[in-house]
C-alpha cells in the first residue's frame, strides 16, 4: 500500500510537473491572444499630443502635394532651362517629370506599408522626407531632362511617398472617434498649400530663378523630416506569427487584409471610379482656351476647386464621425456620382460663370472623396492591418491617374474637342460609385455570419460544461468503488 501510495504520489507530482510544463510552453501561445485583448481595451486619447501628430501630418499633406500640384509652373521654368517653350516634343518629355513623379508617389505605396509595419511610422516618415529632401536638393543642380528624371521624379516623389503614408496612419493611433474630423483637417493642409504655393513660386521664379526656388523649397522638406519625429506609436504592437511553415512572403505582406470582401470591392472599386475622376483636373484649362478662348481667366477655376475642397474636407470628415461604420462608404458613393455628373456637365456650360458653378461642386466632393479614405480602411481592416489597406490602394490608384488623362488626350486630338472625352470621364466615377454600394450589404452579412458562429461556439462550450460534472461524478464513483 505505501508503495502504491508512493507511485500514485510520483505520477500525480509528475503530472503537475508536465502540467505546469505545458503551461509554461503554451505561455507564448497566448501571447497573440493578449496582445489582441490589450487593443481591444486600447483607448485613444483623442487629443494631447494627438493635436501635435495632426498637425505634423498636415504640413506633410500639404508640403508633399502643394509641391506637387504647383509643377505647371515649375515647367515652364523647365522648359526655358533645357530648350524652348516653344519646342512641342520637349514640352511632352518635359511633361513626364510631373506625371512620374506624381504616379511614384502611389506607385511605392505597397511597399512603403511594409516598411511602416515593419519599421513604424516614425522611421518610415523621417527616413522618407530626408530621401525627398536629398532628391529635391539633386533636382536643382541638375542641368539635363535625363537627370531630372532619376532625382525628382524618381527620388524626391519616392522620398514623399515614404513621408506621406505614415502621416494617414499614425493619425489611427491617436484618435478614434474624431478620426474622421482630424483627416478632414490632415488633407486640408493640401488645399491650402495648393491655393498659396503658386503665388509664392512665382515669385520666387521671377526673382530667384528655377535652381534656387528649389533650394527654397528643400526647407519644406526639412521641416516635414523634423515633424516625422512626432509620431509617436500608441497602439499595442502586433502579435507575433507562431504559425509554423508560413512562407516569408506571407510575413512581410499582409495576407488579411484581402480575406476581407468589402476590402476587396473598395480596393478595385475606388481605381475604377478613378480612370475619369482625374481628366478634369488635367485637361479643364486647354479646353477653356478652346471655348472661352487664351485670354479667359482659367487660373479661377483651380482656385474654386482647391478652396472649395478644403472645405469639402472639414465638412465631410466631421459628417463621417456621425456615421457609423463602414456606412461611411456611401459618402465616397456619394462623392463620384457629383463628380461623374459634373464631369459630363463641363461639355454643356456655355457661360464662364457656368464652369465656376460646376467647379465649386467638383472640388466640394472632391474633398469628401480624400478625406474620408483612411476612416473607412480602419472600418473595413481594423488598426494592425491599416498601413498594408492603404498602401495597395493607393497603389493600384496609380494606374488609372496616369492611364486615364493621355486618353482623354488622344479622343481630343482623334475628334478635335474635349466634349466626347468629358462626357466619357463621367462614366468610371459613377460606375465604381455603385461597386462600392456592395460593401455595406457584404460587410452586414460578415457580421450575421460572425454571430451566427458565435452563438454555435458558446452553445457548445455550455453543453460541454454541462457534460463535465456528470462526468467528474462517474469518475469519482468508480474510484471509490475500486
Same mark, same amino acid.
Given at each position: 500500500?505505501?508503495?502504491?501510495?508512493?507511485?500514485?504520489?510520483?505520477?500525480?507530482?509528475?503530472?503537475?510537473?508536465?502540467?505546469?510544463?505545458?503551461?509554461?510552453?503554451?505561455?507564448?501561445?497566448?501571447?497573440?491572444?493578449?496582445?489582441?485583448?490589450?487593443?481591444?481595451?486600447?483607448?485613444?486619447?483623442?487629443?494631447?499630443?494627438?493635436?501635435?501628430?495632426?498637425?505634423?501630418?498636415?504640413w506633410?499633406?500639404g508640403?508633399?502635394?502643394?509641391?506637387?500640384?504647383?509643377?505647371?509652373?515649375?515647367?515652364?521654368?523647365?522648359?526655358?532651362?533645357?530648350?524652348?517653350?516653344?519646342?512641342?516634343d520637349?514640352?511632352?518629355?518635359?511633361?513626364?517629370?510631373?506625371?512620374?513623379?506624381?504616379?511614384?508617389i502611389?506607385?511605392?505605396?505597397?511597399?512603403?506599408?511594409?516598411?511602416?509595419?515593419k519599421?513604424?511610422?516614425?522611421?518610415?516618415?523621417?527616413?522618407?522626407a530626408?530621401?525627398?529632401?536629398?532628391?529635391?536638393?539633386?533636382?536643382?543642380?541638375? #542641368? +539635363?531632362? !535625363?537627370?531630372?528624371?532619376?532625382?525628382? *521624379? =524618381?527620388?524626391? /516623389?519616392?522620398?514623399?511617398? $515614404?513621408?506621406?503614408?505614415?502621416?494617414?496612419?499614425?493619425?489611427?493611433?491617436?484618435f478614434?472617434?474624431?478620426?474622421g474630423?482630424?483627416?478632414?483637417?490632415?488633407?486640408a493642409?493640401?488645399?491650402?498649400?495648393?491655393i498659396?504655393l503658386?503665388?509664392?513660386l512665382?515669385g520666387?521664379?521671377?526673382?530667384?530663378?528655377?535652381?534656387?526656388?528649389?533650394?527654397?523649397?528643400?526647407?519644406?522638406?526639412?521641416?516635414?523630416?523634423?515633424?516625422?519625429?512626432?509620431?509617436k506609436?500608441?497602439l499595442?504592437?502586433?502579435?507575433?506569427?507562431?504559425?509554423?511553415?508560413?512562407?516569408?512572403?506571407?510575413?512581410v505582406?499582409?495576407?488579411?487584409?484581402? #480575406? +476581407?470582401? !468589402?476590402?476587396?470591392?473598395?480596393?478595385? *472599386? =475606388?481605381?475604377? /471610379?478613378?480612370?475619369?475622376? $482625374?481628366?478634369?483636373?488635367v485637361?479643364l484649362?486647354?479646353?477653356?482656351?478652346?471655348?472661352?478662348?487664351?485670354e479667359?481667366?482659367?487660373?479661377v477655376?483651380?482656385?474654386?476647386?482647391?478652396?472649395?475642397?478644403?472645405v469639402?474636407?472639414?465638412?465631410?470628415?466631421?459628417?463621417?464621425?456621425?456615421?457609423?461604420?463602414?456606412?461611411?462608404?456611401?459618402?465616397?458613393?456619394?462623392?463620384?456620382?457629383?463628380?461623374?455628373?459634373?464631369?459630363?456637365?463641363?461639355?454643356?456650360?456655355?457661360?464662364?460663370?457656368?464652369?465656376?458653378?460646376?467647379?465649386?461642386?467638383?472640388?466640394?466632393?472632391?474633398?469628401?472623396f480624400i478625406?474620408?479614405?483612411?476612416?473607412?480602411?480602419?472600418?473595413?481592416?481594423g488598426?494592425?492591418?491599416?498601413?498594408? /489597406?492603404?498602401?495597395?490602394?493607393?497603389?493600384?490608384?496609380?494606374?488609372?491617374?496616369?492611364?486615364?488623362?493621355?486618353?482623354?488626350?488622344?479622343?481630343?486630338?482623334?475628334?478635335?474637342?474635349?466634349?466626347?472625352?468629358?462626357y466619357?470621364?463621367?462614366?468610371p466615377?459613377?460606375?465604381?460609385?455603385?461597386?462600392?454600394?456592395?460593401?455595406?450589404?457584404?460587410?452586414?452579412?460578415?457580421?450575421?455570419?460572425?454571430?451566427?458562429?458565435?452563438?454555435g461556439?458558446?452553445?457548445?462550450?455550455?453543453?460541454?460544461?454541462?457534460?463535465?460534472?456528470?462526468?467528474?461524478?462517474?469518475?469519482?464513483?468508480?474510484?471509490?468503488?475500486?
Amino acid at each position: 500500500m505505501t508503495e502504491e501510495r508512493s507511485v500514485a504520489e510520483g505520477e500525480a507530482a509528475g503530472s503537475e510537473e508536465v502540467s505546469a510544463e505545458e503551461k509554461k510552453g503554451n505561455g507564448d501561445c497566448k501571447e497573440p491572444q493578449k496582445a489582441l485583448e490589450e487593443e481591444a481595451e486600447f483607448v485613444h486619447p483623442e487629443g494631447g499630443w494627438g493635436w501635435v501628430v495632426m498637425l505634423a501630418s498636415m504640413w506633410c499633406n500639404g508640403s508633399v502635394f502643394g509641391i506637387q500640384n504647383a509643377f505647371g509652373i515649375l515647367f515652364l521654368y523647365l522648359l526655358r532651362e533645357f530648350g524652348s517653350e516653344e519646342d512641342e516634343d520637349l514640352r511632352f518629355r518635359t511633361s513626364w517629370v510631373g506625371s512620374l513623379s506624381m504616379g511614384m508617389i502611389f506607385f511605392c505605396s505597397p511597399i512603403v506599408s511594409v516598411f511602416t509595419d515593419k519599421l513604424g511610422c516614425r522611421v518610415t516618415a523621417v527616413g522618407g522626407a530626408a530621401v525627398g529632401l536629398v532628391g529635391l536638393l539633386a533636382s536643382s543642380f541638375v #542641368r +539635363s531632362l !535625363g537627370l531630372m528624371y532619376f532625382t525628382y *521624379g =524618381i527620388v524626391f /516623389a519616392c522620398g514623399c511617398s $515614404f513621408a506621406y503614408q505614415p502621416s494617414l496612419v499614425i493619425l489611427g493611433h491617436y484618435f478614434k472617434k474624431r478620426l474622421g474630423l482630424v483627416n478632414g483637417i490632415v488633407t486640408a493642409g493640401s488645399s491650402f498649400f495648393t491655393i498659396t504655393l503658386p503665388f509664392v513660386l512665382s515669385g520666387l521664379l521671377e526673382n530667384i530663378g528655377l535652381q534656387n526656388t528649389m533650394r527654397v523649397l528643400c526647407i519644406l522638406m526639412f521641416v516635414l523630416m523634423v515633424a516625422g519625429f512626432s509620431y509617436k506609436p500608441l497602439l499595442p504592437a502586433k502579435p507575433p506569427n507562431l504559425q509554423t511553415g508560413k512562407s516569408r512572403i506571407n510575413q512581410v505582406f499582409n495576407v488579411n487584409i484581402w #480575406r +476581407s470582401v !468589402g476590402y476587396r470591392i473598395w480596393a478595385f *472599386g =475606388i481605381p475604377a /471610379a478613378l480612370y475619369g475622376y $482625374f481628366v478634369p483636373y488635367v485637361h479643364l484649362m486647354k479646353h477653356v482656351e478652346e471655348r472661352f478662348g487664351p485670354e479667359t481667366n482659367k487660373e479661377v477655376l483651380l482656385m474654386c476647386i482647391g478652396i472649395t475642397s478644403g472645405v469639402g474636407r472639414l465638412i465631410f470628415g466631421r459628417v463621417a464621425d456621425y456615421v457609423k461604420g463602414v456606412n461611411k462608404v456611401f459618402l465616397q458613393v456619394s462623392s463620384f456620382f457629383v463628380i461623374g455628373v459634373m464631369s459630363m456637365m463641363i461639355p454643356l456650360c456655355n457661360i464662364f460663370g457656368g464652369l465656376i458653378a460646376v467647379c465649386l461642386l467638383m472640388g466640394l466632393f472632391d474633398g469628401c472623396f480624400i478625406c474620408i479614405m483612411a476612416p473607412i480602411a480602419f472600418e473595413l481592416v481594423g488598426a494592425n492591418d491599416v498601413s498594408q /489597406a492603404i498602401g495597395f490602394l493607393l497603389g493600384l490608384m496609380s494606374v488609372p491617374m496616369v492611364v486615364g488623362p493621355p486618353i482623354a488626350g488622344y479622343l481630343r486630338d482623334k475628334l478635335g474637342s474635349y466634349d466626347v472625352a468629358f462626357y466619357l470621364a463621367g462614366v468610371p466615377p459613377i460606375v465604381g460609385g455603385l461597386l462600392l454600394c456592395l460593401i455595406p450589404w457584404v460587410e452586414a452579412r460578415r457580421r450575421r455570419r460572425e454571430k451566427e458562429e458565435t452563438k454555435g461556439q458558446d452553445a457548445v462550450e455550455k453543453m460541454i460544461e454541462h457534460d463535465r460534472p456528470q462526468e467528474e461524478t462517474k469518475n469519482k464513483m468508480g474510484d471509490s468503488v475500486l
